[in-house]
């Protein structure tokens, strides 16, 4: 299921980020440019709102800034190139948006006095740096490696639908959602390893053998 959301979702998005990138790309804005204002906003959004606990405004500010990040892909597309920068470039950049929505989140809940929800957080912030890069490093290996029941948009939706019901009052909506997110993080890491363990049984390691 989170499988076929995450490729109806970017179905959906194309639809309406194509018509823009292509509108940025005729103006002469170049794909990276807009990966890195895109990061920007995220990580002023977090550490100027989120990590005081402003959670409102940070959400609009990091959920506007998260979808001008998805346009570089719509610039890519409408300019008929795929530029191997530009992809590393996208996922450093989702990386570093990445731990500052947890660090934010994890540092106004210790200072906030929520000790449990900032471990939660933590923890989300470490499994998603290792669901994103036991895939990059899958494939190095020639291995494939997009399985998991929280990867990046998954994972961005969850945070965001808990924030927002946070916001309007629900007791413990933050804390369900962390942990929650926490357990399926971990749960993705196991399923990648064992996804390409399977794949790469067969090997054997010079060191061990």
């Not at 002023?44 to 998260?66: D, I, P, S, T």
Request: aromatic residues 4%; proline residues 2%; contains cysteine.
């Amino acid at each position: 299921m989170a499988k076929f959301l995450n490729v109806a979702g970017r179905a959906a998005a194309a639809k309406v980020l194509d018509p823009i990138g292509a509108g940025l790309v005729r103006l002469g804005l170049a794909p990276n440019v807009i990966t890195l204002i895109g990061t920007t906003g995220v990580v002023a959004g977090c550490v100027f709102l989120v990590a005081r606990g402003q959670l409102a405004w940070g959400l609009v500010v990091v959920a506007l800034a998260v979808c001008t990040d998805l346009l570089d892909g719509a610039m890519a597309r409408a300019k008929g190139v795929s530029s191997r920068f530009g992809a590393m470039l996208d996922s450093t950049m989702d990386r570093i948006a990445d731990g500052a929505i947890f660090a934010s989140l994890a540092y106004w809940l210790a200072v906030s006095g929520d000790r449990s929800s900032a471990v939660a957080a933590l923890i989300c912030l470490v499994a998603a740096e290792v669901v994103s890069y036991t895939k990059a490093r899958a494939e190095s290996l020639g291995a494939s490696c997009d399985v998991g029941i929280a990867e990046r948009p998954e994972r961005l939706i969850l945070i965001g639908i808990g924030a927002l019901i946070h916001i309007v009052g629900v007791p413990y909506a933050m804390a369900v959602t962390l942990w929650l997110l926490a357990v399926m993080s971990v749960v993705t890491v196991a399923q990648r390893v064992l996804h390409v363990r399977r794949q790469l049984s067969e090997d054997v390691d010079p060191d061990n053998a």
